[in-house]
């Protein structure tokens, strides 16, 4: 089992920045992948980014490639997302999830999930 806790979402001007953090719970978070997705209202959630047990691979979505850089700390059990360059569409609830080691965009292959944490984009 795995708990997961998402931080760092808040308010934020469209060209901004914010960091999210999700803490785990598990001493075996290293050996899971890590993704983040979101949803916006009135939308389905959607694929963010994911990395690798290891952090050698990564993946995004390409309305976020250039801007949104996901990385891992397995000391601190810590998966982060480095959000730049904001823009309002941006706004959603992001959730971390933990899944199978090697890297995935389907959500189907994160069986953990956290509780999110809302991001607003003002314009």
């Known amino acids: 089992q795995v708990q997961l806790v998402e931080s760092g979402g808040g308010l934020v001007q469209a060209g901004g920045s914010l960091r999210l953090s999700c803490a785990a719970s598990a001493r075996t978070f290293s050996s899971y992948a890590m993704g983040w997705f979101r949803q916006a209202p009135g939308k389905e959630r959607e694929f963010v980014a994911a990395?690798?047990?290891?952090?050698?691979?990564?993946v995004s979505a390409d309305s976020v490639k250039g801007r949104f850089t996901i990385s891992r700390d397995n000391a601190k059990n810590t998966v982060y997302l480095q959000m730049n360059s904001l823009k309002p569409e941006d706004t959603a609830v992001y959730y971390c999830?933990?899944?199978?080691?090697?890297?995935?965009?389907?959500?189907?292959?994160?069986?953990?999930w956290g509780q999110g944490t809302q991001v607003t984009v003002s314009s």
């Open positions: 999830a933990a899944g199978s080691p090697s890297i995935a965009t389907m959500q189907s292959r994160y069986p953990y």
């Open positions: 990395i690798s047990w290891s952090g050698g691979s990564t």
